[in-house]
């Protein structure tokens, strides 16, 4: 008896050694993710050198309504109605909404699924198969009703690192949907602006127009007293009708840059036409705030967006690497089944199973490898966009602060050499008059009059234009209130770290 149980604890044991070792032989061919990672970084605004281009003057970020700085009730109203009406943003919040569900269908996968089924089957069994008589060889209706529960055990945070990237996704698509407002928003003042622009240039147009049908009373009067011929009195004329024509072209730009506006705002181009002339003021001094640009990743929506995407390829590159190791999915299920309807309801009909289920890949030809580098792949690509987002951010604002700062000392200019060319102007066309001087002289003061009118006019809107593009590349008033902070964006960023 000793015996035979020496022998039985001794088969028992070698039993043990061989599963081990077949066991350590399986897992040690499984497969596996060694020496596949990632060298990228997210950048911080400090690693750039920004100081003298970008300079602190203790101004202020800007607002939510930055726009009303200019003092126009109109153009207020106008962005108000397309952030209501506008299709570009029906399709941002689309976006947002198939982000949400995404979102919504990971989080599912985190949690155990309950099914019910019902099936009635009617069936002719073979007689010479598995089933015995009297089954066997006669058709059989088979009613089964089941209750099926399944839970993923999730032990390596596969599921769970799906519905985190999926959530940074969601955010990302939130701070897409800021840039679009962002952008809309931008595009309106502008668009505005330019309207004022082309308003004020009419007003210039219409002057010149009247001051060549001075000229061309002028040239006629001199005809009669035998100052000038008829080829003045012509080359008077045709200036007259040049002017004339500038002036009907600028009608059609204001006309067409309505339709654009009401484009802008989602409505038809009759909308348009009941947008009145601006009255934009100057706005306020232009001064930056002192804490750029390290606050700025947090204040531009496209960086924000791109941020959230780095930390969605974070989390897939952890789901990719948790797709090497073993899934345990427990399942359960109760119900009732039978062959015909009498028995259906008896308890005799009930049947239960319960387990789990183990999925462990050992050779898949390097399928799971090359997901993984497709997912660093894209963690890449999402860090280079971060870092190229925040490097054209801090581009834009100190390039639009040059432009601001390079319009202010051409004004002055502009100014003086605008005084200068109307008094020019001016006497050339008394000194005419008198007799004093050609028409040549004439038309050239008016020329460098009109020319040095229109350099002002350009250069006040373009001031204006550059003053709303600073707005926006400072983030138009967009705060990040997403729980991951700014510090998440330098290279120590923990969740970054962990995807290498």
Request: net charge neutral; hydrophobic share 40%; glycine share 6%.
């Amino acid at each position: 008896m000793r015996n035979e149980l020496k022998k039985e604890r001794r088969a028992s044991r070698l039993l043990k050694a061989g599963v081990s070792i077949m066991f350590a032989a399986v897992l040690s061919a499984c497969a596996n993710y060694a020496g596949i990672h990632s060298d990228a970084k997210t950048a911080g605004p400090q690693q750039y050198a920004t100081q003298q281009s970008i300079p602190a003057e203790q101004g202020h970020w800007p607002a939510a309504d930055w726009a009303d700085q200019f003092g126009d009730a109109q153009l207020k109203a106008l962005i108000d109605e397309a952030l209501k009406s506008s299709p570009t943003l029906d399709q941002a919040r689309s976006r947002v909404s198939a982000a949400a569900a995404y979102s919504e269908t990971a989080k599912a996968g985190t949690m155990p699924r309950v099914d019910a089924s019902y099936s009635l089957t009617r069936q002719q069994f073979s007689g010479t198969a598995l089933v015995p008589p009297p089954y066997g060889g006669s058709w059989q209706t088979e009613n089964k009703g089941l209750l099926n529960a399944s839970y993923d055990l999730d032990l390596w945070g596969k599921n769970r690192e799906a519905l985190k990237a999926a959530i940074s996704q969601l955010q990302a698509s939130q701070a897409d949907a800021e840039v679009v407002k962002l952008t809309l928003t931008t595009s309106i003042a502008r668009t505005y602006n330019q309207l004022a622009r082309l308003y004020l240039l009419r007003d210039i147009a219409q002057q010149e127009v009247t001051q060549r049908e001075q000229i061309e009373r002028i040239t006629a009067g001199r005809i009669a007293t035998g100052l000038d011929t008829e080829v003045e009195r012509k080359t008077a004329q045709a200036n007259l009708a040049t002017s004339r024509a500038a002036l009907k072209s600028l009608d059609g730009q204001i006309l067409a840059t309505r339709y654009q506006i009401a484009a802008l705002l989602g409505a038809g181009p009759d909308r348009g036409l009941q947008i009145a002339r601006p009255s934009l003021g100057l706005g306020d001094e232009v001064r930056l705030p002192d804490n750029l640009p390290a606050d700025l990743v947090s204040r531009r929506p496209d960086i924000v967006a791109a941020r959230w995407r780095v930390d969605a390829m974070t989390h897939d590159v952890k789901e990719a690497k948790a797709e090497f190791y073993p899934d345990i999915n427990l399942s359960a299920a109760i119900g009732l089944d039978a062959f015909g309807f009498g028995r259906f309801l008896t308890a005799a009909s009930r049947t239960a199973s319960a387990g789990p289920a183990i999925h462990l890949p050992i050779f898949d030809a390097g399928a799971l490898r090359a997901q993984l580098k497709g997912r660093y792949a894209d963690f890449d690509y999402a860090v280079a966009t971060y870092n190229q987002t925040l490097v054209t951010a801090l581009s834009e604002v100190a390039s639009q602060l040059a432009n601001v700062r390079s319009t202010d000392a051409q004004l002055v200019d502009a100014q003086a050499a605008q005084d200068a060319a109307r008094e020019a102007d001016r006497l050339a066309l008394v000194q005419y008059k008198a007799g004093l001087t050609n028409q040549l002289t004439v038309l050239n003061a008016d020329v460098n009059a009109l020319s040095a009118d229109q350099a002002v006019a350009n250069l006040r809107m373009s001031r204006r234009d550059q003053q709303i593009a600073l707005a926006s590349a400072l983030g138009g008033g967009f705060v990040d209130t997403s729980n991951t902070d700014a510090g998440r964006t330098q290279a120590s960023n923990p969740s970054v770290d962990a995807a290498r």
